[in-house]
């Protein structure tokens, strides 16, 4: 039996203020702090846990718990999270979109193929297309 990242919940965020939001479209944020279930506090969220080169270090060792919040340019129903290990897709979990907003908690695990000291690239994908993406290193 495979294990994969475990896919924990999905947190119905009510339609954000697309202004407020514009400079992260395209972004993933990766953060240990969880999110908030109000579209009104998502900026500053967004903006305390926001990295402007797009790589993240999480400390903490196996399993690294995520929380990941991207922001699209346009409405779409699903998505794919996708871990990618040196440009090679490592692991894959379907989301759910919601108002152009993808909140999602994920945990890597060594079982899961994740190893400390490294950096893997995160890329949100409808199809081909990468519609977000950012980079973590997973420290211990």
Excluded: C
Excluded at 33 to 51: C, F, I, R, V
Excluded at 110 to 133: M, S, T
């Amino acid at each position: 039996m495979r294990v994969l990242l475990v896919l924990l919940a999905l947190v119905a965020v009510a339609r954000a203020d697309d202004k407020a939001l514009a400079k992260y479209k395209g972004q993933l944020v990766v953060a240990k702090d969880a999110p908030p279930t109000t579209a009104g506090e998502l900026p500053k969220y967004l903006e305390e846990n926001w990295s402007k080169d797009g790589h993240y270090d999480l400390i903490g060792g196996s399993p690294w718990d995520m929380n990941i919040v991207a922001v699209l340019a346009k409405d779409a129903d699903k998505a794919t999270l996708v871990f990618t290990d040196a440009g090679k897709p490592l692991q894959e979990v379907e989301v759910a979109v919601k108002s152009k907003l993808v909140v999602t908690h994920v945990k890597a695990t060594k079982a899961a193929g994740f190893e400390p000291h490294k950096i893997y690239g995160i890329e949100l994908r409808r199809g081909d297309a990468v519609l977000a993406k950012a980079d973590v290193m997973l420290r211990e």
